[in-house]
């Protein structure tokens, strides 16, 4: 995993802080792959419960990282609890590292 443990307690406590401390947080995507260099920080999460609006809560998560993470882009990548899993929710939860 190419995070430092600075930035992994930056994610934990963003999502901690808007989507509650029961949410999940995946890392997936090239940063997976400590033989890649570069890349985004693509993050699945599995709030601890439904949003009312998901999308905004993507955007507005993304936009507070991108902040904390001097510039570093984020793609946020939010799981409905009431709909079933989409194919990028399939490989993000194979794939992906629990933070």
Do not use: W
């Not at 930035?7 to 401390?21: C, F, H, N």
């Not at 570069?38 to 507070?64: M, N, T, V, Y």
């Amino acid at each position: 995993m190419r995070l430092d443990d600075e930035t992994r307690e930056i994610i934990k406590s963003e999502v901690a802080s808007q989507l509650g401390a029961g949410s999940v947080v995946r890392l997936f995507g090239s940063r997976v792959d400590d033989t890649q260099r570069g890349g985004d920080i693509d993050l699945f999460i599995e709030p601890g419960r439904p949003l009312a609006h998901r999308i905004q809560e993507e955007c507005r998560l993304s936009a507070r990282l991108y902040i904390r993470l001097g510039g570093r882009k984020v793609d946020v990548l939010i799981k409905d609890p009431l709909k079933p899993p989409l194919p990028i929710h399939e490989q993000a939860l194979s794939n992906g590292i629990i933070l």
